[in-house]
């Protein structure tokens, strides 16, 4: 008689361990299914396997053995008398994550600081290639990870233009705000209209905030020579993404936009 005890870890460890080999495209939904309940039992049979996947026995017995072949799982053997009983089927054992996935974590590993590496190389030939006359358009996903660099790559200073700085809520653009003042940079706003909250945090990431009048199309300036501004996309939801150029004539427009604000507030003084 089979007998499988289970030793529960968190309820969310294994929906969250299925969700993350889907992400990655490690497995597809059927065996990352599988996988998960072979983790959370330690023992997963083909009743389990078609139970978690929804598939019949037959295809379930098809997704343990790719996921053997895969490294992920291991057949017991037993004498051809006694295979397959009825309710339980071919029983598996997990190998841990750990030992499964240990080729992928370090390969990860090593593209993670391969990115790392090839982000610098960016942001140097950002900050010493010569002007792009092309206007590119920045989709959601990468913007802020494009804005980031951009700021990073800064030698001058920065120089953001907003209404209500919805923007703040991005907490990757802050920390790369505050390393740019670090660096001796120059970092301001200008806001048409900010919350004391968002005030504050700009502040505190050291950026000078000042505050214009009436409604202004947002954008970014970096060192005056790479230009970001927003626009509205989705069909659906709204969601926004940028334009990013360095642009001569548009470069010249914006910084003109800038001195005028500057002018405004001293002319007021």
């Not at 499988?4 to 460890?13: A, K």
């Not at 301001?188 to 000042?210: I, M």
């Not at 005056?224 to 659906?236: A, K, Q, W």
Request: hydrophobic share 40%; net charge positive.
């Amino acid at each position: 008689m089979l007998t499988i005890v289970v030793v529960e870890s968190g309820p969310n460890e294994f929906a969250l361990l299925k969700a993350l080999l889907e992400k990655i495209e490690l497995l597809p939904a059927d065996e990352a299914a599988v996988y998960a309940e072979a983790v959370r039992k330690g023992l997963v049979t083909t009743s389990d396997a078609a139970r978690v996947s929804h598939q019949d026995r037959s295809k379930a017995g098809v997704t343990l053995r790719r996921l053997a072949e895969k490294g992920f799982v291991r057949e017991r053997v037993r004498e051809a008398a006694t295979r397959g009983g009825r309710g339980h089927g071919d029983v598996y054992s997990v190998l841990p994550p750990k030992e499964a996935l240990k080729e992928k974590i370090e390969a990860f590993e090593d593209l993670r600081d391969l990115a790392n590496r090839l982000d610098q190389h960016l942001e140097l030939l950002a900050g010493q290639g010569e002007r792009d006359e092309d206007i590119w358009r920045l989709d959601p996903p990468a913007l802020v990870a494009t804005i980031v660099a951009a700021i990073g790559s800064a030698a001058v200073g920065i120089e953001i233009a907003s209404n209500d700085c919805s923007w703040i809520e991005r907490s990757e653009v802050l920390t790369s705000l505050e390393a740019a003042k670090k660096r001796g940079l120059r970092v301001t706003v200008y806001a048409t209209s900010l919350r004391a909250g968002d005030k504050n945090r700009l502040r505190s990431c050291g950026a000078a905030v000042r505050t214009i009048e009436g409604k202004i199309q947002p954008f970014l300036l970096v060192d005056r020579r790479v230009l970001f501004v927003p626009v509205r996309m989705g069909s659906i939801a709204t969601d926004y993404g940028a334009l990013q150029t360095s642009n001569r004539y548009m470069l010249d427009n914006h910084s003109a936009m800038i001195d005028r604000m500057n002018e405004g507030r001293k002319s007021r003084k």
